[in-house]
């Protein structure tokens, strides 16, 4: 990591993967000791979306979108190579990838573990997992890689458009199924939350701000005092949802492992896919970087709703599901780090 991107990097930032095992600890003996406390956050829902977690989601987003400029999402159309990789990633390839490796390992590497049909429920959770590429999340991975925010909101926002028309037939194509239906306002509401009302709250708050006290007062007074913000936010976001999911995490442990392993390879898979395409295309690192975290990281609100929805509660494929949120956090951290380290390979970096 060059001198430039370590500049700047809070505390909480520098020991993030300690803090995070922490509180996923934190979350799941609050959910097994405590369970008066998810039972009673878990009744401020709409929709099948958690409003605590929303809340949570949207602090730590919105300082990032105060840093977006309209001026420059204008300008990314004059560069739209990130995009078309985006989508290519996330569409084209990354769906059938989670089907192939997933299938791989529950019906061939692991069938001395798990029966047919339990394989069979898990490898639909990792499809949901799959067809659907992160939009809230995404934002916490580029503000830890010094992304673009402009060109990040852009990547997200087409994200969420492609979603409405491409996750369904995808989702039924592979689980080999007709007339699959998924929640939209899940969706919808969703995407309102974690892109729009961040979006322009920050939008809002910069123009204030910079027409009040200037420019200069913005970037080196105003903005610094959220540094924290997206930390904390996450950090509180994992111990809400793992004390919604205490029982379940600690009631299957062998298969959690199981099916961790082949989501894992599914990540790391695509960052680099995604990742090193845009180091061949000589994209800058602030597009390159969050454009590899958008489709390593999945829409775990989406993919969980859909799961419940679909199959209930209490099925095996909703665990699928929210294994995919147990090990995202900690690879994605260490896939944030890698990208830092390797920022030189890129045009904007090199000194």
């Not at 529950?106 to 997992?129: H, K, S």
């Not at 992304?147 to 369904?168: K, R, W």
């Not at 994992?238 to 894992?264: D, M, T």
Request: charged residues 10%; hydrophobic residues 60%.
């Amino acid at each position: 990591m060059t001198k430039e991107n370590t500049a700047g990097i809070s505390f909480f930032e520098k020991n993030l993967t300690l803090w995070v095992a922490l509180c996923m600890v934190a979350g799941v003996l609050i959910g097994k000791f405590l369970p008066f406390v998810p039972e009673f956050l878990s009744k401020f829902e709409y929709a099948k979306v958690s409003i605590p977690i929303a809340v949570l989601i949207w602090f730590m987003i919105y300082p990032m979108m105060m840093k977006v400029d309209f001026a420059s999402v204008k300008n990314v159309g004059r560069n739209p190579t990130g995009l078309y990789l985006t989508w290519i990633v996330n569409w084209l390839i990354k769906p059938f990838t989670m089907f192939a490796i997933a299938g791989f390992f529950f019906f061939v590497v692991f069938a001395p573990f798990i029966e047919p049909e339990l394989a069979r429920d898990y490898l639909a959770g990792a499809i949901l997992l799959g067809a659907a590429p992160c939009t809230a999340m995404v934002f916490v991975w580029s503000h830890l890689t010094r992304g673009n925010p402009a060109y990040t909101v852009v990547q997200v926002a087409t994200n969420d458009l492609i979603i409405l028309v491409a996750f369904t037939p995808i989702v039924a194509f592979l689980l080999g199924v007709s007339g699959v239906s998924i929640p939209w306002n899940t969706l919808f509401i969703s995407v309102v939350l974690f892109v729009v009302i961040p979006l322009v709250g920050g939008v809002l708050t910069r123009k204030h701000v910079i027409k009040s006290k200037g420019l200069d007062y913005f970037n080196n007074t105003f903005i610094p005092k959220f540094n924290n913000a997206t930390i904390v936010g996450l950090l509180l976001t994992l111990v809400l949802i793992f004390s919604f999911q205490g029982e379940v995490i600690l009631g299957n442990p062998l298969h959690i492992v199981l099916i961790a392993i082949p989501l894992i390879i599914q990540t790391v898979l695509i960052f680099f896919l995604a990742y090193l395409t845009a180091r061949k295309l000589k994209l800058c690192h602030s597009i390159a970087a969050p454009a590899g975290m958008i489709g390593a990281s999945n829409f775990f609100e989406l993919s969980v709703a859909v799961a419940i929805t679909l199959f209930g509660a209490s099925s095996p494929v909703v665990l699928a599901t929210i294994v995919g949120v147990l090990v995202e956090v900690p690879v994605m951290l260490a896939l944030v780090k890698y990208a830092n380290r390797t920022a030189s390979w890129f045009p904007d970096q090199r000194n």
